[in-house]
């Protein structure tokens, strides 16, 4: 069936280095896909988008890559600030999101 | 306000009971959508509006779920004969135009306690 998962379940990063989360996606057929952010009690929060026919998108400090050969998106956030704890989670856009269990990104200071 | 915006934040109820949950889309924003978000997982969805019209409801876990946006804006999800399991954060989130392509802005949810 569809899935959309995480490689990592948590990531510890220290402040100013640069953090890499993962997603595997199983629908090839998906064209549109969403990073969000969500800090504790809050909605998740939109970061960046990609559709399938690019390979990279890039918005502030935030980069999203597409590998559609192997099914796989990254997001990688640039010189992490302690403001960027929180889960992150990929969600696959077919008219309904389908989310992953997400990424719990903690950074020290 | 200029974002999505959920009443109340936080509901207990005792199982049996019954509940209504409230949704303020993004002024302007055609689509709507409801997703149930269990403890230290990803949201799921529920069901789905464009306008008033609701034209996707697969994501209800039982008949004792219904959904409702009459007048294309303010949408209520109720949940009847409450129990245990309907324990959640209940997210709405809405989009601009459409379901696919476009970016789904969501509130900061209702928790649900049922007690």
């Known amino acids: 069936g569809e899935s959309v998962g995480l490689h990592l379940p948590t990531l510890s990063v220290q402040e100013g280095d640069n953090s890499i989360i993962n997603c595997a996606y199983s629908?090839?057929?998906?064209?549109?896909f969403i990073w969000y952010k969500q800090e504790s009690g809050k909605g998740p929060q939109f970061i960046i988008d990609?559709?399938?026919?690019?390979d990279k998108r890039q918005g502030q400090r935030v980069t999203v890559l597409l590998n559609k050969t192997v099914k796989h998106l990254s997001l990688q956030i640039a010189a992490t600030q302690p403001g960027d704890s929180a889960v992150y989670f990929c969600?696959?856009?077919?008219?309904?999101?389908?989310f992953g269990q997400g990424t719990e990104l903690s950074v020290k200071p | 306000g200029a974002g999505v915006s959920q009443s109340p934040r936080y509901k207990v109820a005792k199982r049996g009971q019954d509940v209504a949950l409230r949704c303020d889309p993004i002024?302007?924003?055609?689509?709507l959508f409801w997703y149930q978000q269990a403890l230290g997982q990803g949201p799921e969805f529920l069901t789905y509006?464009?306008?008033?019209?609701?034209?996707?409801k697969s994501g209800l876990p039982s008949d004792r779920f219904f959904a409702e946006r009459p007048e294309g804006s303010v949408s209520t999800l109720k949940i009847q004969r409450t129990q245990q399991e309907d324990s959640a954060v209940y997210l709405c989130?809405?989009?601009?135009?459409?379901?696919?392509?476009?970016?789904?802005?969501f509130g900061d949810g209702t928790r649900l306690s049922i007690l």
């Open positions: 989130a809405s989009s601009l135009v459409g379901r696919t392509m476009r970016p789904q802005h």
């Open positions: 629908n090839s057929a998906s064209d549109y």
């Open positions: 990609i559709r399938s026919n690019m």
């Open positions: 969600a696959e856009n077919e008219g309904k999101l389908i």
């Open positions: 002024s302007g924003h055609v689509s």
């Open positions: 509006f464009q306008n008033e019209a609701q034209l996707d």
